[in-house]
Nanobody, 119 residues
């Protein structure tokens, strides 16, 4: 099994910055793609950013130029640096990872970390 533990959420003023991190632990052969999704109240969960095992990033249009995703493969950790935050970035942010477990690629989710952008 794989456990994903997120941290770094909180309350920030518009224009501010936060960095989220998500560490994978457990028994697995490797971590492939990792990503961040977010879900605001009453809305569906949407992709924010993802990064391949080789380090290629992909961003939602709404965060391009403001957010940066990165990963540390040695630590099985993915980061999301969020700058120029807007009130519409307020949501519960979830980490997702594709892990190789007993010859199968399985999808895992973290428990979510709240990001609130408000003055």
């Amino acid at each position: 099994q794989v456990q994903l533990v997120e941290s770094g959420g909180g309350l920030v003023q518009p224009g501010g910055s936060l960095e989220l991190s998500c560490a994978a632990s457990g028994t697995f052969g490797g971590i492939n793609a990792m990503g961040w999704y977010r879900q605001a109240p009453g809305k569906q969960r949407n992709l924010v950013a993802e990064i391949s095992g080789g380090g290629s990033p992909n961003y939602a249009d709404t965060v391009k130029g403001r957010f940066t995703i990165s990963r540390d493969n040695a630590k099985n950790t993915v980061y999301l640096q969020m700058n120029s935050l807007k009130p519409e970035d307020t949501a519960l942010y979830y980490c997702k990872a594709l892990a190789l477990v007993r010859s199968a690629v399985l999808q895992y989710w973290g428990q979510g970390t709240q990001v609130t952008v408000s003055s």
